[in-house]
C-alpha cells in the first residue's frame, strides 16, 4: 500500500497546538518561516512516499547480510540512502558552518517521522548520524569537527555509537572495553560492542563509531568512562579515508524485525581512536546523543504506527465482510473504534513529540532554563509513549486484518515486528519511567506544574466553546497533579514501582490537552470528533494509571521470586 505523507496533521500541530511559530519568532530560527517549512515538509514527504516507501517490504525480504567481513545492504538501500544524502535530510538541524540547514528540532522530528513510516529499517541509519553530529558539535575538538562535522552532514560518511557489551546491558557502567593511550594523542581501543545499529554498510565513504572505554586511571562504574571517536578507515592528511583500522563486524545479530538494518557485534582490537571531550567524562558526552536519539526513537515508534495505521485503513475500506453501510469492513463498529484509536494515539504521540522538540528549540534559542526543564521532562514521554503507541497501534493494525494480518504477506505483521525493538533501544520504557518520576521530579515538580498550569489555563478557556470537554481535561489535569504531589513526598523505591503506569497516565492527560486544542481550532472538522473520542473513552484511563502510579511498592516487594516461581 502507498505511504501517504500526513502533512496536514503536521500543519495543524504546528501551527495551533504546539505553537511552533515561538520557535521562528527567535532570531536563531527567524528563517524558518511557514512557507519554508511547507517547503521542507512537502519536498521530505514527497521523497518518503516516492523513494523510501517502497523499500520498506525490499529490507524485510532481503535482509542485510555479511559476507567474507563485509556488510552487504537491502536492494535499493544504497539508491534510498543517496535521496536522503543529496537532499540533505542526513543533517537538518546541524550548525550550517558545517553544511547544515540550522533548522529547528521540530522540523528534523517530523522529517524523521516520515522517513521511519516510510522505512524504519533505513530511517536508523541517518538517525545515528544525527546524534553523532550533534554529541561532536558540543564536546569534540575543533581539529575533530574540522575533519568529521562535513563529512557527517553531507552524508558521505555514517556514524554510529557503541555502548552496549555481552555482559553489560543497560548497566553501561560494567562495560570492560578499554582504551591506551598511544603517546600521540591517540588512543589504543580494545573491545567488543553489542547491539550496534547500522555498525556498517556498503553505501557510505567511512563509518565512523562512539565508543565507550575505560582509560587505565578511570575509576570503575560510569564515572571512570570516557568517549572515543573510531573510524573504520583512517583518514589521511588530507581528510580522506586511508588505511583500515583494527576494528571489525564479528557478525550481525538474527532479529525479530528491522532486517534491513544490520545490527552489529563490534570487535576493536587496538583500534585508532580519538577522545572527545574530557578524559572520564564520556557519558556526558553520548547522552548529548542519547538524548537526541531518545527523541529519534519516539519519532521511529509514531512513524511505525502511521505507517501501519495506513495500511490497516486501506484494507478495512477494501475487505468486504458481513453487512455494513459503507459495504466494507470499516463500517462495523469494532473496526471503527480500533482505527479511531490508532489515529487518535499517534495525534498524542505526535504532538507529545514536536511539544518536545519545540522546547529543545526554545531552550537553544533562548537558554532559558525553564524550556530546558520542559525539554527534559518531556522527553522520557515523548520516547516511551511514542514507542508504546508504535507498538500498540501496529498490534491493532494486524487485528484489522485478521486473519490476514498474520499472514505476512500483506505486510501488517512487518510493522509489529519492526517497531517492537523501539520500546527496548536507547533506554528500555521502565528506565525512562524511572528517569521521569526520578531525576525529572528532582525539582520538586516544579516543571511539570508548570505544565499543568498552562494546560488548566487553557482548559479554563476552552469552557466556553467545548464546556464537558475542556472540563475533562482541566479534572484529568488536577488529578495528575494530586499524584505527582505524591511522588514527590516518597523516596526513589516507592517512586520507581508506580513509574511505568505513572508515565503513561502523563501522557494520557497530555494527549487530551493536545487533542482540545486541537478541536478548538477545528471545532467542525474530523480532528474536534476524534478529540471527543479520545477525551470520552480514552482519557479516562488516566484514573487507574494514576491509582497504580500512587500506591507503592509494599505490596509489589511483598511478592517473592518463590511466588513467581513457575
Known amino acids: ?62 535482509p542485510a547480510r555479511l559476507e567474507n567481513g563485509v556488510v552487504r545492504t537491502s536492494k535499493g538501500f544504497a539508491d534510498g540512502y543517496k535521496a536522503i544524502a543529496e537532499g540533505g535530510w542526513v543533517a537538518i538541524a546541524a550548525d550550517p558552518e558545517n ?33 553523532q553530529i550533534e554529541a561532536l558539535e558540543h564536546h569534540a575538538s575543533d581539529e575533530l569537527k574540522a575533519l568529521y562535522l562535513p563529512k557527517l552532514v553531507s552524508g558521505e560518511w555514517a556514524g554510529t555509537m557503541n555502548l552496549t557489551e555481552p555482559q553489560a546491558g543497560s548497566d553501561v557502567g560494567a562495560l570492560a572495553s578499554k582504551a591506551e593511550p598511544n603517546g600521540d594523542g591517540t588512543y589504543a581501543i580494545s573491545g567488543q560492542k553489542i547491539y550496534i545499529s ?34 573504520k578507515l583512517i583518514p589521511d592528511e588530507n581528510g580522506n579515508p586511508g588505511v583500515a583500522n583494527s576494528l571489525k563486524v564479528v557478525s550481525l545479530e538474527h532479529k525479530m524485525g528491522l532486517h534491513g538494518s544490520p545490527t552489529c557485534v563490534m570487535q576493536y582490537d587496538g583500534a585508532t581512536g580519538w577522545l572527545v571531550g574530557e578524559p572520564h567524562d564520556g557519558m556526558r558526552a553520548m547522552f548529548t546523543m542519547m538524548n537526541n536519539a531518545r527523541l529519534g526513537v519516539g519519532g521511529q515508534g509514531i512513524g511505525a504506527a502511521e505507517g501501519a495505521y495506513q495500511h490497516a485503513l486501506a484494507y478495512a475500506n477494501d475487505r ?20 479511531a484509536t490508532m489515529k487518535a494515539e499517534i495525534f498524542t504521540a505526535r504532538a507529545i513529540a514536536l ?35 508504535g507498538i500498540d ?46 531525576r525529572k521530579l528532582m525539582d520538586g515538580g516544579e516543571a511539570a506544574y508548570r505544565l499543568l498550569d498552562e494546560i488548566e489555563g487553557f482548559a479554563e478557556s476552552a469552557k466556553g466553546t467545548l464546556p464537558d470537554l475542556a472540563e475533562a481535561v ?30 503513561r497516565g502523563f501522557a494520557r492527560v497530555l494527549g487530551s490537552y493536545y487533542h482540545l486544542r486541537a ?31 500512587r500506591a507503592g511498592d509494599a505490596d509489589l516487594m511483598a511478592i517473592t521470586p518463590d511466588d513467581l516461581a513457575v
Open 1 to 62: 500500500m502507498p505511504y501517504r505523507a500526513p502533512l496536514d496533521d503536521y500543519r495543524l500541530l504546528l501551527n495551533d497546538v504546539v505553537d511552533f511559530a515561538q520557535v521562528a519568532g527567535t532570531d536563531r530560527y527567524a528563517e524558518a518561516t511557514p512557507d519554508m517549512v511547507e517547503a521542507i515538509l512537502t519536498e521530505a514527504g514527497k521523497m518518503c512516499e516516492e523513494v523510501l516507501a517502497p523499500l520498506n517490504r525490499s529490507g524485510d525480504l532481503d
Open 99 to 131: 553544511g547544515g540547514m540550522g533548522l529547528p528540532m521540530a522540523v528534523t522530528t517530523a522529517v524523521n517521522e516520515m522517513m521511519s513510516a516510510a522505512c524504519l529499517s533505513l530511517q536508523l541509519n541517518p538517525l545515528m548520524t544525527q546524534g
Open 198 to 231: 547500522w555498525g556498517d554498510n556498503d553505501f557510505t565513504q567511512n563509518v565512523c563509531h562512539l565508543v565507550l572505554a575505560r582509560l587505565p586511571d578511570g575509576v570503575p562504574g560510569t564515572k571512570g568512562i570516557s568517549l572515543f571517536l573510531v573510524p
Open 320 to 339: 468486504k465482510q458481513g453487512h455494513s453501510p459503507e459495504g466494507t469492513i470499516i463500517g462495523h463498529a469494532d473496526v471503527r473504534r480500533m482505527l
Open 355 to 389: 511539544d518536545c522538540a519545540v522546547a529543545i528549540d526554545m531552550a537553544r534559542a533562548t537558554g532559558s532554563a525553564e524550556w530546558k526543564a520542559r525539554a527534559a521532562l518531556l522527553t522520557p514521554i515523548a520516547k516511551a509513549f511514542g514507542t508504546d503507541t
Open 393 to 438: 497501534v501496529a498490534s491493532m493494525g494486524v487485528q484489522v486484518h485478521g486473519g490476514m494480518g498474520f499472514i505476512e504477506e500483506t505486510g501488517a505483521a512487518q510493522y509489529l515486528r519492526d517497531v517492537r525493538v523501539t520500546a527496548i533501544y536507547e533506554g528500555t520504557n521502565g528506565i525512562q519511567a524511572m528517569d521521569l518520576v526520578g
Open 474 to 503: 482541566w479534572q484529568a489535569s488536577e488529578t495528575l497533579r494530586e499524584t505527582i504531589e505524591a511522588l514527590v513526598a516518597r523516596d526513589m523505591p516507592r517512586r520507581f514501582a508506580g513509574a511505568v503506569p505513572f508515565l
Open 519 to 549: 478541536a478548538v481550532a477545528q471545532p467542525e472538522g474530523a480532528h474536534a470528533r476524534i478529540a471527543r473520542f479520545y477525551i470520552t473513552r480514552l482519557l479516562p484511563e488516566h484514573t487507574g494509571l494514576f491509582v497504580h502510579a
